[in-house]
């Protein structure tokens, strides 16, 4: 078995290769002048290649593409297909006649050449359901509590009804309070939370999100908690997104934004390697 990562995931990638106790695959991808992608390995694939990449934003999609095909071409057998962040999770339904189902149309293009897909906390679990092969989805909220657990957290707060598993789990995990907020969506980049009693006076709230996109969210819930008396508020999501300069915002309003590997910037300090790692260990012995 070896890890074959795409630019977008270098870092998870050394890291899911040193989680499993096997090489990465080396490779050369650069541009041609009108913006193509050029790929090829350098080494051979075996038997099982552990492909990862985001499938966002576009170019790295098509990067995605390259590698599989060079890994079949290179003799490759088997592909488990790592996908830490899944763009186009948001379009999973119709909402207007004449749409796209991008997340349905997405899917079925990636798993044309893999024989398995492994996501990351996807925001819509329909996904799973679109794909035809071999789908399982792993969690970032243990390593997230555990990044958390010696930082004084007293409460873990989900900013919406969507987060209250993933947000609620980490709380468990780390056997702190935990309530949440009703958000309501009025455009792509604002939301309105419902005025809520936080038992948070005084208190160390962290609270947990599976993105950060705009960050419209996360400032909305720090406002209620520091309206309730919060002390410190910090953030903690799987796939930092930040559109829309939103750490601008974020870092001045907030006392630390965290966000693990699976979208690589300055926040990710916390790593899905190990979940990566285990997702893939339990598909191969099921093969
Ligand atoms: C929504 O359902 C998600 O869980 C996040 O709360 C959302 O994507 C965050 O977006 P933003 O940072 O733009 O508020």
């Known amino acids: 078995m070896k890890v074959l990562a795409g630019s977008a995931s270098v870092r998870l990638g050394k890291r899911t290769a040193k989680s499993l106790g096997v090489e990465p695959i080396d490779r050369d991808f650069t ?5 193509e992608g050029y790929l090829r390995l350098q080494d051979e694939p075996e038997e099982i290649t552990i ?7 576009d170019e ?9 095909d060079a890994i079949r071409e290179g003799g490759g057998k088997m592909i488990i297909t790592v996908i830490p962040y899944m763009g186009y999770s948001r379009q999973d339904k119709l909402f207007k006649e004449g749409e796209a189902v991008s997340a349905r149309a997405l899917v079925k293009h990636l798993e044309l050449h893999t024989d398995a897909l492994i996501f990351v906390d996807l925001h819509s679990k329909k996904i799973l359901d679109f794909a035809s092969k071999k789908a399982i989805e792993c969690s970032a909220m243990p390593p997230i509590a555990a ?14 009804k969507g987060a209250v598993d993933r947000a609620g789990k980490v709380a468990k995990l780390m056997g702190k309070q935990f309530d949440y907020l009703e958000k309501t969506r009025l455009d792509g980049s604002t ?3 419902a005025p809520k009693n936080l038992d948070v006076d005084g208190k160390s709230v962290l609270i947990v999100d599976d993105i950060i996109a705009t960050g419209g969210t996360i400032i909305k819930a720090t406002e209620q ?3 309730s008396g919060a002390e410190r508020v910090m953030a903690a999501c799987t796939h930092g997104l930040y559109t829309s300069n939103a750490l601008e915002r974020l870092e001045p309003a907030l006392d630390g934004v965290y966000s693990t590997d699976t979208l690589e910037s300055g926040t990710s300090k916390i790593t899905v390697a190990d979940q990566i790692a285990s997702a893939v260990k339990d598909i191969v012995s099921e093969l």
Not at 31 to 35: A, H, S
Not at 51 to 57: D, G, R, S, T
Not at 61 to 68: P, T, W
């Open 225 to 227: 908690l520091k309206a």
């Open 191 to 193: 939301v309105k939370m």
């Open 51 to 57: 492909l990862i990449q985001c499938a966002y934003p």
């Open 147 to 160: 990044y958390f657990r010696d930082k004084d957290i007293d409460f873990v707060l989900s900013p919406d």
């Open 60 to 68: 790295n999609i098509m990067e995605l593409f390259l590698m599989q």
């Open 31 to 35: 541009r041609f002048p009108d913006g």
